[in-house]
């Protein structure tokens, strides 16, 4: 069977599948008249705009990630040592920046279009990391990590969205998760350069601060060889421009299907307006909560979120260097990167898994995989003395400890990052269309919002309540988290999204889902994962 009689076979039964509402049925043959564009082999274009793009992601990765290896080696450059709560200040100002970032990108993006707010991202990168580097006190290094924070917020928010625009269907979800493994990467090369910068000198983290305006130069730079998105492109009207940025993306296509394509990009602008215009943003807000299916989209999408960012991961982003510097560990930074290659290195695995096993199955095997290994952390250091009055070590550790928190950690940034990590971005695919955007934003900002509570708690909770009580709460939230997944978590892998809308009608759809796939197994998949920020 050709790939375009399979597509016509999946788009009859999708038809069937939705046939309750004449209105999702129409929808559904757009799509289908798509399924020509969609079988065209993506261009060498459209990867590399993906892959410029996709830097937005790397500077998120960088400028989060260098901050674990700059806290040890900032010694008193900016004036004197930082205490513990100057710390989580300027660790966490980044992810209060990012929240604001999100909202604002998240706000204007549909009117400026994609290209803007990359723009002002590289531009606030940009001046937030000259700040950092010339710092000599602490005020001047928050005040450019909060800006820096302004230009991860953005790039969180927009890079996925924009790549989801212009990614063929089918590549769509290898193209975004492509994004978060730029995201890995920069945090990866950010704790490299972090542990060999401190071979420099006093100074050296100026360099590993520095080198962040690299990327920012060269994304503003190559952003001009890229085409706006053709979304966007059509909704403000520019037919024209549209067409030749889809030549560039499907440059095998023809110009009926090309014009197909314009036409469902208009259809679904259509829908989406009729129902923003016809309420505001906080009614459409609203309709989030008074309607318990889309309640139940958007909660589970923002769950899992929350789960992702309270489960404790970004502690170890953040504060590797430090966990292991209590911990006993000589040089610490260098250990820390245990940490960020770790998470590099199964970001792959996340990518090639996703979509063959589906998310639910990856969410209920990594997330209680987590809660164990954080269990197994909690237990190790519990036999390292650690004085809670200062976080340094006051007595002589039995030789296992260290080494099995080194292991509990490793695995657990394992399970994170091949499962929740990534599955967290790709939950938007749950949220209904018509409140598609501003459940986006909900979720983003939920990752942001539950972020500054871990990035801004760490430390004290280290010292109120011991690295073991951190780590066992850290631990039980993966735990109810894993609860949450097993009893509410669909499976929509390969769903229309006429057929998700369907599966939170009556509670959490678990058992539908299940029984959706099982009817659906053979039925091959095209353009029907919708991904995004
Ligand atoms: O998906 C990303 C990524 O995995 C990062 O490593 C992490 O720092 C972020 O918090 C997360 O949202």
């Known amino acids: 069977m050709s790939a375009y009689q399979d597509n016509e076979k999946y788009g009859e039964e999708r038809v069937e599948y939705t046939e309750k509402s004449s209105r999702r049925a129409s929808v559904a043959e757009e799509v289908l008249d798509l399924s020509g564009i969609e079988a065209t082999a993506a261009s060498k274009a459209a990867w590399l705009i993906s892959l410029t793009i996709s830097q937005a992601g790397l500077l998120f990765g960088y400028d989060t990630g260098y901050i674990s290896s700059v806290l040890v080696t900032l010694g008193s450059a900016l004036g004197h ?51 950092q580097t010339a710092a000599f006190s602490v005020a001047q290094f928050a005040v450019g990590r909060f800006i820096v924070g302004l230009g991860v917020g953005s790039a969180s928010m927009i890079a996925p969205l924009f790549i989801g625009e212009i990614a063929p269907a089918r590549y769509r979800g290898r193209m975004i998760a492509f994004n978060n493994l730029s995201v890995t990467f920069g945090q990866f090369i950010a704790s490299c350069l972090g542990a060999g910068f401190q ?79 016809e309420t505001s943003l906080w009614q459409t807000a609203g309709k989030i909560f008074t309607n318990a299916a889309t309640a139940r989209a958007v909660g589970t999408a923002c769950i899992v979120m929350a789960v992702s960012q309270l489960g404790g991961f970004n502690t170890l982003m953040y504060y590797a260097a430090t966990l292991f510097a209590i911990a006993g560990f000589s040089n610490a930074t260098a250990v820390a990167i245990t940490v960020s290659a770790t998470n ?21 095997v990594t997330i209680l995989g987590m809660a164990i290994c954080m269990a197994v952390a909690a237990i190790s250091f519990h036999f390292i003395p650690i004085s809670q009055a200062d976080l340094s070590i006051s007595g002589v550790a039995p030789t296992w400890a260290a080494p099995l928190l080194l292991v509990a950690i490793v695995c657990y940034v394992a399970f994170f990052s091949s499962g929740v990590a990534t599955i967290a971005w790709i939950g938007t695919e749950l949220i209904p269309l018509e409140v598609r955007a ?34 066992s709460l850290y631990g039980s939230i993966c735990f109810l988290g894993w609860l949450f997944v097993i009893f509410c978590y669909p499976e929509v892998k390969g769903m229309p999204l006429e057929s998700i809308r369907e599966v939170f009608q009556n509670g959490f759809g678990v058992r539908y889902s299940k029984q959706w796939q099982r009817e659906n197994k053979h039925v091959p998949k095209v353009v029907t994962q919708t991904f995004g920020h």
């Open 438 to 471: 501003i459940g986006t934003m909900f979720n983003t900002v939920t990752c942001w919002s539950t972020n500054i509570i871990i990035a801004s708690t760490f430390l004290s909770i280290m010292k109120g309540a011991s690295p073991t009580g951190a780590f």
């Open 199 to 277: 071979h420099a000198g006093p100074q050296g983290w100026r360099a590993t601060v520095g080198i962040g305006a690299i990327p920012a130069i060269t994304l503003a730079g190559l952003l001009f060889f890229v085409p706006e998105s053709p979304r966007q492109l059509v909704a403000h009207g520019k037919v024209e421009q549209a067409d030749r940025s889809l030549q560039k993306i499907y440059t095998t296509s023809t110009e009926q299907q090309r014009a197909n394509k314009i036409k469902s990009i208009q259809v679904s602008l259509e829908e989406t307006k009729s129902v923003m215009s």
């Open 81 to 131: 040592e930082l205490s513990h709560s100057e710390e989580e200040l300027v660790t966490s100002l980044t992810s209060g920046g990012a929240l604001v970032g999100a909202v604002y990108a998240g706000l204007s993006a549909d009117k400026y279009g994609r290209k803007m707010p990359i723009w002002v991202a590289c531009v606030l990168f940009l001046v937030g990391t000259i700040l």
């Open 344 to 364: 590099f290195v199964f970001s792959f695995v996340n990518l090639v898994l996703v979509d063959r096993f589906g998310r639910r199955i990856i969410l209920c």
